[in-house]
C-alpha cells in the first residue's frame, strides 16, 4: 500500500506550526523539496536566518492562520503575527511594545513537499507599532 500524500493546505498548515509557531527550524528538509524556489530570502538558509532573526526580535511571537485557500498546488494564507519587541530588528533596539500584523503567503506544492514561497508583511505598521508612532 502507497502513503498518501497530504493535500498542499495541509503540507502548508504543518509547516506553519511547525517552522514559525513552534521554531522547529531544521524542518525544512522534511516539508521543502530539494528543488524549493524562496523568491522572498533567497534560499532554504536564507529563510531560516530570517526566521531566526524575528525569533531573536520577538520570542514570544505567534502566527495565525486567518484565511487558507488551496487550489491545485498553489496555496495562499492570510495570517496575523504577533509579539513583543525584545530583540535587535532591522538596526532597531528592543522597545518592549507589541506588535500585530498582517502577512500573506503564497506557496506551491508538489509530492507532499513545499516546492516554492513568497511573502509579504505590512511592515510598514510593524514598525509604526514597535516604535510606538
Not at 513583543?84 to 530588528?89: D, I, L, V
Request: hydrophobic share 35%; glycine share 8%.
Amino acid at each position: 500500500m502507497t502513503a498518501k500524500n497530504p493535500s498542499p493546505v495541509e503540507t502548508v498548515s504543518e509547516f506553519i506550526e511547525q517552522f514559525w509557531n513552534r521554531n522547529d527550524l531544521e524542518c525544512v528538509d522534511r516539508y521543502l523539496s530539494d528543488d524549493y524556489q524562496e523568491l522572498s530570502y533567497q534560499s532554504k538558509e536564507g529563510l531560516k536566518q530570517f526566521a531566526a532573526r524575528i525569533l531573536e526580535a520577538f520570542p514570544d511571537k505567534q502566527y495565525a492562520v486567518e484565511e487558507i485557500f488551496g487550489q491545485g498546488d498553489t496555496v495562499l494564507v492570510r495570517m496575523t503575527v504577533r509579539g513583543t519587541h525584545r530583540g535587535m530588528f532591522f538596526g532597531n533596539a528592543p522597545t518592549g511594545r507589541s506588535m500585530e500584523v498582517t502577512l500573506y503567503r503564497r506557496y506551491r506544492a508538489e509530492n507532499g513537499k513545499i516546492a516554492e514561497h513568497r511573502g509579504w508583511i505590512d511592515i510598514a505598521t510593524m514598525m509604526k507599532q514597535i516604535k510606538g508612532e
